[in-house]
């Protein structure tokens, strides 16, 4: 065989991996190559694994979270990762045989919306926030483009037979009564006394009692509030709005939660001065109406009949594809999180066993299709798969409670980073 002449295909590409023949490379590069998930003519590599597993810890530790959170993200930071690439390759693969392709201007519209949601104005932020990221242009339209397509295929298959009726919502509303429930309600408004311009607590009582006193007179708050106003010794009106129980600070909840519409508080040292607060309207607890709440309900009742059909159609891709699974051990329990119960059914392979059973048949050809992206050979170690394979930036999570809209929603504890976010 003439080793300097072009491979025809993939197939025989990776007949002469598994066969021992290609051309010398490192004991690195062939381990990172290591096929180590595959779903019908989709595949995963250790590499892929490793890099979005690394993604997944150095966003966690990134982001704003509970310690323990972000504690149990990376402990579980392997099985979460290939939970996940089973996933993807379950819906890239359902995606090929749908034959669904995605345009450049679903592309175009796409980032687009991105980039408004993230405030981002000019080019110089898009590009600062790419950076910020750890991206290129060409890598974030190439990641959307897959997000787009898996995206369509839960459309079309699972959020198209999302139905909801009246009934279901009446029935729910009668079912949850303490969810529509408002509880007593006081609309108030107040003006402060400020400690850091009245420093003296006598001074701070006496603006305040006049205030008081104004408005006990009938002045409205404004008028009451003007003189001390202008002299700095007392701020603007302001609309506190309805409040509930719990929303005020318990000193200033306890003057005024008796009083009667329309009436006025004793002048209360609260946090930075002394508040005067006057009742606008109250309101009892009530329960509200269903036609007040009917969307709120249809949209909850979505989300949960969305999570249901997602699991079932999940589990069914599983049943009917060819699944393949050797997982690095510190994701061997994948499996758990699997809620199909179909979990036993994924076979495990030897690392050569899997990489055998990955390669496509002599006869298949080229037919290994878009799903066979996986570093060649040669690949040296930390370089990127090529646009589209396994672990891409932002691709759907098949088990959110929410429908899948245009622009990817914000990952829960996911090996996904998000979207570029606003440039500081």
């Known amino acids: 065989m003439n080793r300097n002449a072009p491979i025809a295909?993939?197939?025989?590409?990776?007949?002469?991996?598994?066969?021992?023949?290609?051309?010398p490379r490192t004991a690195g590069a062939e381990l990172l190559n290591r096929i180590v998930l595959r779903?019908?003519?989709?595949?995963?590599?250790?590499?892929?694994?490793?890099?979005?597993?690394?993604?997944?810890?150095?966003?966690a530790n990134r982001r704003d979270q509970d310690p323990a959170d972000r504690?149990?993200?990376?402990?579980?930071?392997?099985?979460?990762?290939?939970?996940?690439?089973?996933?993807?390759?379950?819906?890239?693969?359902?995606?090929?045989?749908?034959?669904?392709?995605?345009?450049?201007?679903?592309?175009?519209?796409?980032?687009?919306?991105?980039?408004?949601?993230?405030?981002?104005?000019?080019?110089?932020?898009f590009a600062q926030a790419l950076e910020q990221q750890g991206l290129t242009e060409a890598k974030l339209r190439s990641q959307m483009k897959t997000n787009l397509r898996l995206q369509e295929v839960l459309g079309?298959?699972?959020?198209?037979?999302?139905?909801?009726?009246?009934?279901?919502?009446?029935?729910?509303?009668?079912?949850?009564?303490?969810?529509?429930?408002?509880?007593?309600?006081?609309?108030?408004?107040?003006?402060?006394?400020?400690?850091?311009?009245?420093p003296s607590a006598a001074e701070r009582a006496r603006v305040?009692?006049?205030?008081?006193?104004?408005?006990?007179?009938g002045k409205p708050?404004?008028?009451?509030?003007?003189?001390?106003?202008?002299?700095?010794?007392?701020?603007?009106?302001?609309?506190?709005?309805?409040?509930?129980?719990?929303?005020?600070?318990?000193?200033?909840?306890?003057?005024?939660?008796?009083?009667?519409?329309?009436?006025?508080?004793?002048?209360?040292?609260?946090r930075g001065g002394v508040h005067v607060l006057q009742v606008v309207d109250r309101r009892e607890a009530h329960l509200k109406p269903f036609n007040e709440v009917s969307s709120a309900i249809d949209a909850k009742e979505r989300q949960r009949v969305y999570r249901e059909k997602v699991t079932e159609y999940m589990a069914d891709l599983q049943k009917?594809?060819?699944?393949?699974?050797?997982?690095?051990?510190?994701?061997?329990?994948?499996r758990k999180l699997i809620p199909s119960g179909d979990e036993q059914k994924l076979k495990t392979l030897s690392a050569s066993d899997a990489a055998t059973a990955a390669a496509p048949k002599p006869d298949e050809g080229a037919a290994a299709g878009p799903?066979?992206?996986?570093?060649?050979?040669?690949?040296?170690?930390?370089?990127?798969?090529?646009?589209?394979s396994p672990g891409g930036l932002a691709t759907p999570k098949p088990v959110d409670a929410t429908p899948p809209p245009v622009i990817p929603p914000p990952a829960q504890s996911q090996p996904v980073p998000p979207p570029p976010p606003t440039p500081r």
């Open 71 to 125: 504690k149990h993200v990376i402990e579980h930071a392997g099985e979460l990762v290939f939970k996940d690439l089973f996933d993807d390759l379950l819906l890239e693969s359902r995606a090929d045989q749908l034959g669904v392709e995605i345009t450049d201007q679903q592309v175009d519209k796409a980032i687009l919306q991105m980039r408004e949601g993230s405030g981002i104005k000019d080019e110089q932020q």
């Open 221 to 270: 708050m404004a008028e009451a509030v003007e003189p001390f106003h202008t002299q700095g010794e007392a701020s603007a009106p302001a609309d506190l709005g309805w409040v509930s129980p719990g929303d005020l600070d318990k000193t200033l909840e306890t003057a005024v939660w008796k009083l009667p519409k329309g009436a006025v508080s004793e002048p209360v040292a609260g």
């Open 371 to 388: 799903g066979a992206n996986v570093p060649g050979p040669s690949a040296a170690p930390g370089s990127a798969p090529a646009p589209g």
């Open 320 to 334: 009917q594809s060819l699944v393949v699974a050797q997982p690095p051990p510190d994701a061997a329990d994948f």
């Open 156 to 198: 079309r298959e699972v959020t198209a037979k999302v139905k909801v009726d009246e009934e279901d919502l009446r029935k729910y509303y009668r079912a949850h009564p303490d969810e529509f429930r408002v509880p007593d309600q006081v609309q108030l408004r107040e003006v402060v006394v400020p400690e850091d311009k009245v």
């Open 9 to 23: 295909s993939l197939s025989l590409l990776l007949l002469l991996v598994g066969a021992g023949l290609a051309a």
């Open 39 to 59: 779903v019908n003519d989709r595949i995963a590599t250790l590499y892929d694994y490793e890099k979005r597993k690394n993604e997944l810890i150095e966003d």
């Open 208 to 217: 305040a009692g006049e205030v008081r006193r104004a408005l006990l007179a």
